[in-house]
């Protein structure tokens, strides 16, 4: 009996002892697992922060050929002009945050970064200009609409002036990073699998340009009520009494 005693105790020591080590790979499964989604989200280092920004540039250069297109007729485009302005303003965050982040890593001596280098001297001069000018321009023209016609002939020669200087830097800006641009938007969201999964965070990249233009829409939207003492005084917008 002491025997067959012992024999049932240790069947039922190795069966506890199978089921602790059944349970560890799960668990360090899971933790894998949550850690690749982490990755899918946050990863990719220097090149996933370059992708980033180069498709946040990519993104802004067509909705600033847009805005363009509306100042050549700024009378008959106003309102397209003033909710493109609005739509804007996150994805011109997110390549100034993305940017930034990149500056600051390479400032404070981050390995990834410092290997990877700085951009070229002349971006590097241009930088602090075309941030300058980004914020006068955005921050003029929230004003205006908000404060609305009564600021013309304050705030709206400084629009005016520091657009004209902002389109011409970002002019220079672009030019810079054209070259190099169609290959970093292919490697990120060209059809070939190869390309598009050689670094990780492609997930997280998509989901902050999208995130920014759909919050831009969201914005320009909730705005929509502050264009109309625009629209009146431009005689686009006639109240009938």
Known sequence: ????HETTSAVQERTRAGRSRSARPAADLHADSAHAGEERLTGGGTEGN?????AAGAVLLVLLALLGLTIVRIHGLLSEHLFLGMLLIPPVLLKLSSTGYRFARYYT???????????PLGLR????????????????GVLLLFVGPSSRSTLLPIHKDSFFVWLALMALHVLGHLPAMPDVLRADHGRSEELSSDVTGRAGRVL??????VAGVVLAVLVIPE???WLHDSGLFHHHH
């Open 1 to 4: 009996m002491a025997a067959g």
């Open 50 to 54: 370059e992708r980033l920004t180069t």
């Open 109 to 119: 001596a981050n390995p990834r970064y410092r290997r990877k280098g700085p951009p």
């Open 125 to 140: 001069v241009l930088a602090p200009l075309v941030v300058l000018s980004t914020l006068v321009v955005f921050v003029s």
């Open 208 to 213: 902050a340009l999208s995130g920014a233009l």
């Open 227 to 229: 264009f109309g003492p």
